[in-house]
């Protein structure tokens, strides 16, 4: 049975109702990848010495496959639950037709009506720290970055982005309330194996990639105009749940064939409201009587007000979205907490028929006697500066893109020459834009910063390229050189063309047998190696990542979040925010990172990676 309704619950304050996905399945994904379609480097036919690496790019193709069923709509899966990490990740696959740019990844728990498309290779993982590590690359000191029974779910942010400005996606351009950790988030993707990565019992981690839809909300006053004398764009906020919707038909290496549904049905969600005022009077004067010169009636009420924002999703590939709002409805009140009250919001299948559909509704209350922006604050955030510590990324200067985030609104700045023990200005992104915020906030809500990034090195240079230089392509030639005992040969033709996800890279049904391939399979991954040769051994660093979580310093937990109630007329107070080194295991993926949770760890300057400074002043509006 899929969820109808939920409690109050302001930490949790949306949820997703009559889901296709929840409880779909009694027992969680197998995790067989390898029967689906995934690769091993023993599915190739070596051929030369050089294969014994050409081999490696095997696992390529494909990448990912899907977990069940045999149509794109059966693989169109549901997710939703409460973000541990939300971040762009530092490198990926740079060949076109699997990355437009870099993805970003939402690493989720899934609630438990969900859980079953974590597959049995997605291991829960705890947060305390890991046997330390002694062989290999010997780090000592480690902890997982993700952890808790997570789900990953990816998306292409270059894939919805128009060429003008396919990087770093368009959650760069404009305030799109991006979701990040802490946060619920629900998801539409479509449900794969990642075949890179094996486990050791030879399974696959399951994912929701690419993804289709994406939805969260964030506690944010705002200026309505009901609220305003009727003027849009006022000064006076009041407190409101802005929740925030956005679907693209493009994935990355896979599009979609529309937005609509799997199962036809409109997106609908329950929306938790601010609390409502304890009750706006009015009094009407009603015709007298005989015995009575005048009546007064007393009215109550509390007027729901709305505003939809689509215009700051404009920016976005394909063609213009739909002219059609989303649907809220007033559920009704519970007598036991009267105040406490939901909106149910559907997205018509209407909205839902271009190539993307972005909107940023914002639910709160008419403000009849002032109370509720007497409770709203001014909050002034400013990025002022990073801080490189002493970790070496690489020989000698570095090239860093570093990410920040606070309260869902990202920026992104570039630096060449990176050294040691330097300070960088964060007052302008890479496009010269001021990062200074001003947010309006109740005062019992809290600000809360993000940070991460990478140290870029030669894989990036193959994403800087074009995208017809990055493309992969192959000829019937190429896939003859492939041929096994049993393979016949195509006409012969040396005219190389784009390769296909569907036909050439992700065949189906996937071969069996010895090799374990086919041969356009082995040509493409010979084509990849000769994009990509000068690239191994050379990946992007990750930097070490920062979110408002447990694991987080115990000296910066009070201050990221910070909840802005308290901070009023303390002027302008100065905080920094700081990343440790952060590396991947192996080729797992899964990133490690050093303590840092007790006073002892996170001063250890050997370990700091670098430092954020911000000052916020926190006022009444």
């Known amino acids: 049975m899929a969820t109808t309704s939920k409690p109050y619950d302001k930490a949790l304050p949306f949820t997703r109702i009559n889901s296709p996905s929840e409880n779909l399945a009694p027992t ?9 379609g995934t690769r091993r480097e023993g599915d190739f036919l070596e051929q030369a010495l050089i294969d014994k690496i050409v081999r490696k790019l095997i696992l390529l193709t494909p990448s990912w496959t899907t977990t069940r069923g045999t149509t794109e709509r059966d693989v169109e899966q549901e997710i939703q639950g409460k973000l541990v990490r939300s971040f762009q990740t530092w490198t990926d696959a740079p060949p076109f037709q699997w990355h437009r740019w870099y993805d970003w990844n939402f690493h989720l728990e899934p609630d438990p009506g969900y859980d079953w498309l974590r597959g049995l290779a997605n291991e829960t993982t705890g947060s305390g720290e890991l046997p330390v590590i002694t062989k290999g690359d010997v780090k000592g000191r480690n902890q997982h970055v993700v952890f808790g029974s997570v789900m990953e779910c990816e998306w292409d942010t270059g894939s919805f982005a128009p060429d003008t400005m396919q990087r770093p996606g368009p959650m760069f351009d404009a305030d799109w309330a991006w979701p990040m950790a802490n946060q619920r988030v629900w998801l539409v993707g479509r449900s794969i194996y990642d075949g890179g990565h094996e486990t050791s019992h030879g399974l696959c981690r399951s994912e929701l990639h690419p993804c289709k839809a994406v939805a969260s909300a964030r506690w944010e006053a705002f200026n309505f105009k009901e609220n305003n004398g009727g003027q849009a764009g006022g000064r006076v906020f009041t407190p409101a749940i802005q929740f925030m919707f956005f679907s693209s038909r493009f994935g990355g290496f896979v599009d979609y064939p529309d937005l609509r549904p799997a199962d036809g049905q409109p997106y609908q969600f329950i929306v938790d409201l601010p609390e409502a005022p304890a009750g706006s009077t009015g009094r009407m004067a009603v015709g007298g009587t005989p015995d009575t010169a005048m009546n007064t009636v007393v009215l109550r009420s509390n007027q729901l007000l709305i505003n939809f924002d689509r215009p700051r999703f404009a920016n976005t590939r394909g063609g213009r979205a739909p002219n059609v709002d989303p649907i809220v409805e007033l559920l009704p009140e519970d007598p036991a907490h009267p105040r406490l009250r939901q909106a149910k919001v559907t997205i018509p299948l209407s909205a839902l028929t271009g190539d993307s559909y972005g909107v940023l509704i914002s639910l709160g209350w008419r403000d009849v006697s002032g109370e509720q922006a007497a409770r709203v604050k001014k909050c002034t955030v400013k990025l002022k500066n990073l801080f490189k510590a002493g970790i070496d990324h690489d020989t000698f200067s570095e090239e860093w893109r570093l990410k920040a985030g606070v309260n869902g609104r990202w920026f992104q700045w570039e630096f060449n020459g990176v050294r040691n023990n330097t300070n960088h200005s964060l007052e302008r992104d890479e496009k010269n834009r001021p990062t200074a915020l001003v947010i309006h906030l109740h005062e019992d809500d809290a600000l809360q910063l993000a940070a991460h990034g990478a ?25 003859n050189v492939e041929l096994g005992r049993h393979d016949r040969p195509l006409p012969h033709n040396t005219t190389r063309r784009p390769v296909d996800w569907k036909t050439q890279i992700d065949v189906r049904p996937p071969a069996t047998g010895s090799p374990g391939s086919y041969p356009v399979q082995r040509a493409i991954a010979r ?5 990509m040769w000068t690239t191994f051994n050379d990946q992007n660093d990750p930097l070490g990542l920062i979110d408002g979580i447990s694991t987080a310093p115990r000296r910066e937990q009070p201050h990221n979040p910070l909840k802005i109630g308290p901070e009023v007329g303390r002027g302008e107070r100065s905080f920094s925010i700081t990343g440790y080194e952060t590396w991947e295991e192996g080729t797992s993926a899964e990133l490690l990172e050093r303590p840092h949770f007790a006073d002892a760890e996170a001063t250890r300057s050997r370990w700091i990676d670098y430092r954020i400074d911000y000052t916020v002043k926190v006022e009444n509006q």
């Open 455 to 479: 140290e870029l090195d030669l894989v990036d240079d193959v994403y800087m390229g074009s995208n017809a230089d990055r493309t992969i392509s192959v000829s019937n030639a190429d896939v």
């Open 527 to 531: 084509r990849i190696f000769s994009l």
């Open 28 to 36: 969680r994904l197998s995790g067989d990848g390898h029967t689906r």
